[in-house]
């Protein structure tokens, strides 16, 4: 050991990266578990193309003419069935609709499924052309299918911000509770150790990880999939840290009080979950009436998934997520300045 | 200067109705080694809290190296050492990087290899935490709190729940501690370890002191320095003052079935008290002599024992 006097700042960061990084399960969670799930993620909703449509004819006299017909449209899976097979497997949503074959043929469809209502345009374009009808004008189709408007590129921005999330409140927050349920934070106060530089290491030890684990992800999203970094570095940069700082902020404010382990677990859990379903993690929350949408924008992480999103996907400058910028200071300066308040030592 | 390390003056501390600390007094001289000698839930970890300026009294005086807590506590801090009841340093931290940590705390340090050396964890300073015993890990903690080269030592029950062995050496490191000057407060409820370590006791109970002294002195005060404790066949009982009949029996006191006789001269006692025996036709079922201590000067004091809390 050296005799010169080391620095407390540095000794308190070194002990939070080397708990985190002596503790496997911990890194398991950090590291490999997003991947894996943007990977899983990623495989089930790839973008395949539209499927055929699977339809049934009703068995009879005509069922293999108009099947026949039927099946010159390549986008159709065409099945023949006895009436009531066909129909049983039309509610079990197996068929998107069923045919019954005539001079003029009848199709029974659920209006309220879109994947019916195609099936239905879609057939009656192949028995109308079938029986003689001619297009009167012809209509070119171009396809495109761009990096950027896909599932996985929804994803990865969302994956990204809960990570930091959960990260930023774990590694804070479960840190804290557990130091003083080891009575650490009481000893330590018996120290001469600065309060202010002990709750620092813990947002210190954090960047340093954060920087691995972002980069982690969206390396990962680009080379597997494709995910386009359209914006600045610095930009992105400066998003996660401050996204970071917020929820650094909120564990340690969910850490304030907390005497147990099983007490800030519960207490994670009420201030993340709802932010999985509302913060558009999964799933865009424009899916959600205008008011639950309102008070979704206002959770830190919808703003910071906004962010991402922007400058990831849209190439958008820190201007223009000035919005979610602000939304995220406010949270973070409002959890840091209530944490210090409550904070209880032993 | 104050000749006094540690001063507490009418110290009151209550935790909604239970009452800790009773108006207790206490002066702890420089360079003493004093103990606080108490059963479980006596005030002494109270006290101690309050002098390491952790808890605020609710009444009282604290002066702590002549100072008060009150607008001193970076400096005084600096000066203290400090082991705290169950404290559980970092499991993942090997014993050197511990060390380091604390020794970053303080303006003044010891080098890490000096206090690892005297406590004599130097072969274990790569090993992590979790993997040390309860000696080694306790004497890690008493490191930690020797790293600033402190005035005034705080030890709060540092070998409870040790070995024999386990406990010498912790008594070895304290002794060390005292030969360069140092002050220390330790809480225990090992009779022997306040026998052999401190030059002073403050025996607690309810809050309050209810003896002060040297050990010696305070096992003089029983008025003999020998305990013959026996236990007899049926319910027949023998007064007390035949027993204080026999010659040399200063005390006489009964606890759960068995007689407890203070005396001065076992040989002299023991023969007597068999013909006593004898001649009034009683079985004696258990018969043990030792020399009185502390626990007997507790015994004496509240009627109840050190260990029952």
């Not at chain 1, 012809?138 to 994803?155: K, M, N, S």
């Not at chain 2, 001193?72 to 380091?100: I, M, W, Y």
């Not at chain 2, 970053?104 to 406590?119: D, H, I, K, N």
Request: with cysteine; hydrophobic share 50%.
């Amino acid at each position: 050991m050296a005799d010169t006097r080391p620095s407390p700042i540095v000794q308190l960061t070194l002990w939070r990266l080397r708990e985190f990084l002596r503790e496997p399960e911990a890194l398991f969670w950090v590291f490999a578990f997003p991947i894996l799930l943007a990977f899983a993620l990623g495989i089930a909703f790839r973008s395949r193309g539209p499927q055929a449509i699977q339809i049934a004819v009703e068995d009879g006299p005509l069922a293999s003419l108009t099947a026949a017909d039927l099946r010159r449209s390549p986008r159709l899976d065409v099945h023949v069935l006895d009436s009531a097979a066909a129909h049983d497997a039309l509610h079990g949503g197996r068929f998107a609709l069923v045919v019954r074959p005539g001079a003029s043929p009848a199709i029974t469809y659920d209006s309220t499924r879109s994947e019916s209502e195609v099936a239905r345009l879609v057939v009656t374009n192949a028995l109308q052309g079938a029986a003689g009808r001619e297009d009167p004008i012809a209509i070119r189709g171009v396809g495109v299918t761009e990096p950027g408007a896909r599932y996985i590129d929804f994803l990865i921005p969302g994956l990204l911000g809960l990570n930091i999330m959960g990260t930023g409140m774990w590694g804070v927050g479960f840190g804290i509770v557990k130091n003083r349920t080891e009575k650490l934070l009481k000893r330590f106060l018996a120290s001469p150790m600065r309060r202010s530089e002990y709750l620092l290491s813990f947002i210190l030890a954090r960047l340093v990880f954060l920087g691995l684990e972002v980069a982690a992800l969206l390396l990962f999203g680009h080379w597997a999939f494709g995910v386009p970094l359209r914006g600045s570095l610095l930009v992105l940069a400066a998003i996660v840290v401050l996204g970071a700082m917020t929820f650094a902020g909120l564990g340690t404010l969910v850490a304030s009080r907390a005497r147990t382990i099983e007490g800030v677990s519960g207490l994670m859990n009420l201030v993340m979950v709802p932010m999985w379903i509302f913060s558009g993690v999964f799933f865009a929350y424009s899916n959600f009436p205008d008011s639950v949408q309102v008070a979704a924008r206002v959770l830190p992480l919808t703003a910071l998934n906004d962010a991402l999103r922007a400058v990831l996907l849209d190439g958008a400058t820190l201007w223009g997520t000035a919005a979610e910028l602000g939304v995220m200071t406010a949270w973070a300066v409002i959890a840091f300045a209530l944490a210090l308040k409550m904070f209880r030592w032993e | 200067m104050s000749d006094f390390a540690l001063v507490c003056e009418g110290l009151v501390k209550c935790y909604g109705d239970v009452t800790a600390v009773a108006g207790l007094d206490l002066q702890v001289r420089r360079g003493e080694c004093f103990g606080m000698l108490g059963p479980n839930g006596a005030g002494k970890t109270t006290t101690i809290e309050v002098l390491q300026g952790l808890l605020e009294p609710d009444a009282g005086r604290v002066e702590v190296l002549g100072l008060s807590w009150k607008g001193h506590a970076a400096e005084l801090r600096q000066r203290l050492g400090s082991q705290l009841q169950e404290t559980r340093l970092p499991n993942k931290l090997t014993v050197e990087e511990v060390v380091r940590l604390f020794r970053s705390f303080y303006r003044r340090a010891r080098s890490g290899e000096s206090v690892l050396a005297e406590v004599g964890l130097v072969e274990k300073r790569r090993s992590w935490v979790s993997k040390l015993s309860g000696g080694q890990r306790q004497r890690l903690a008493v490191a930690c709190a020797l790293v600033s080269e402190p005035e005034v030592l705080f030890l709060d029950e540092p070998t409870t729940g040790l070995d024999p062995q386990s406990r010498r050496q912790v008594w070895e490191i304290v002794q060390q501690f005292r030969r360069r000057g140092g002050t220390v407060l330790i809480t225990t409820h090992y009779m022997e370890e306040a026998q052999r370590l401190c030059d002073r006791v403050a025996i607690i109970d309810q809050g309050k002191v209810i003896a002060l002294g040297a050990p010696a002195e305070l096992i003089a005060s029983l008025g003999a320095e020998h305990v013959v404790e026996f236990s007899v066949g049926d319910g027949a009982t023998i007064g007390d003052e035949i027993y204080l009949g026999l010659p040399g029996v200063e005390a006489v006191s009964r606890d759960a079935g068995s007689v407890r006789l203070t005396a001065s001269r076992v040989h002299v006692v023991v023969p007597r008290l068999m013909h006593l025996l004898q001649d009034r036709g009683l079985e004696l079922h258990t018969l043990t002599t030792h020399h009185a201590t502390l626990e007997d000067v507790f015994l004496a004091l509240t009627g109840r024992h050190l260990r029952d809390g």
